[in-house]
């Protein structure tokens, strides 16, 4: 098959440069849209999110097989098209972004992983038809906690769309049951929630759970904040000993602030 031939239709300006220094936390950035493109921006601001596909300039093109050594050393080896690693023959990246604001050729823009300088290639919207909620998916663990967080808080934030007190509860008990028993998206973990709507809603969201097919979730409004798992045997429970404001939680130990129950 002959080569194909990609022009690119913008470049990403961000206070990134180093892909392993992209915040954990709801970054915003820029998308310059070239002058030929820009009519191709039209009636877009009736979108909330986006997908981007950049190019990711300085990645390998040789690589088909590899470790996903960022998250996990310790990983086994996977095919490149079963990774979102940037090194693969097209080194073609994929982000899901919130649109914030357009401002004739630029679009500001929350989530891009993508560092500054780099080329986008194409701009598809996102529509509430892409969600799969509970997918199959291979559980690589984070070796590193902070990118352990990352990815959970980007989950959670997708799902949940604001970064409010419960969700940083959420994320700090999520954090605890994934120590327990792995994998949040397993058809045999058991969630069952006590406390407010942005709780229950973000637990739902990093565990996939839903109510059927299989019946994963339970959920009780109450003022006290309280999660349970069940898997086959294996109990845990989660509830405060305190109630630290989001801002105290990101400085708290487990400890400082969480009933942790194992039986
Ligand atoms: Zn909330």
Redesign the pocket.
Known sequence: MDALQITPVGIVHSSYNNPETIPMQSHTATIEILPAYVQGLLRIEAHSHLWILSWFHKARRDLLRTVPGRVNANAPEYGVFGLRAAGRPNPIGLSLVELIKVEKNILHVRGLDAVDGSPVVDIKPYFEHDIIFSPRAPYIMPQDKKIRYRILFKQAYNH?Q?E?R??QLALRMAMVAEDEFGKLNSPELIVSVKGSG?LADTIQGLFRARLANPARFAYLESTKSAVNWTNGTKKLAVSLIRTPTREEMLDLDNTDFLKINRH
Do not use: A, N, Q
Request: charged share 35%; net charge negative.
């Open positions: 949940h604001e409010c419960d969700l942005c």
